[in-house]
């Protein structure tokens, strides 16, 4: 199984970036997918998620700035950032609950993370 992130980069206060996270192998489905972000020295925080029916959730830092949303037949998710600002200066990480073909149950798994700098 592999989640792989990718979007990151560098951008100024104010800017934008969209993050893309697409999940590959046996795949029966995938429950909630979301994204988190993380600062060195600080614990791992939500940023937003998506359910299979497009039910999200938002950290009340982002919203009205980001958007979360979901490509099922690609077993992609997205993050579209808007009016970043420098403390949204982060290691993005991804998050996909897998159902596999073949098994019963859902799978945790994390991306490995993608650099969003916003510069002031």
């Known amino acids: 199984v592999q989640l792989q992130a990718s979007g990151g980069g560098l951008v100024r206060a104010g800017g934008s970036l969209r993050l893309s996270c697409a999940a590959s192998g046996s795949i029966f489905s995938i429950d909630a997918m979301g994204w988190y972000r993380q600062a060195p020295g600080k614990e791992r925080e939500l940023v937003a998620t998506?359910?299979?029916?497009?039910?999200?959730n938002y950290a009340d830092s982002v919203k009205g700035r980001f958007t979360i949303s979901r490509e099922n037949a690609k077993n992609t998710v997205y993050l579209q950032m808007n009016s970043l600002k420098p403390e949204d200066t982060n290691v993005y990480y991804c998050r996909a609950q897998i159902r596999w073909v073949g098994y019963s149950g859902t799978y945790d798994y994390w991306g490995q993370g993608t650099l969003v700098t916003v510069s002031s």
């Open positions: 998506v359910t299979s029916d497009g039910s999200t």
